[in-house]
């Protein structure tokens, strides 16, 4: 998916940027890629340990890998 791949792109250039981490981890939500999706919401939460939404979607990805 090339939104994902712009995404992986923009993580990497902006390692210390939490949104960059949040979008990469609901674009994976999105792609059903929900491993992925925890280690860049787990990623994000390193750098921003408070936010709120990387906590939201870390806890979105771990209800769906229950799921499987």
């Known amino acids: ?17 939490p949104s960059a981490a949040l979008d990469l981890g609901w674009l994976h939500i999105r792609a ?8 860049a919401f787990d990623q994000g939460l390193r750098i921003s340990s408070g936010d709120t939404g990387l906590a939201h979607g870390r806890a979105r990805a771990l209800l769906e890998l229950d799921r499987r």
Do not use: C, F, W
Not at 1 to 17: I, K, M, N, S, W
Not at 32 to 39: E, I, R
């Open 32 to 39: 059903g890629s929900h491993a992925a999706a925890l280690a």
């Open 1 to 17: 998916d090339v939104a994902v791949q712009e995404a992986e792109t923009a993580r990497r250039e902006r390692p210390y940027d």
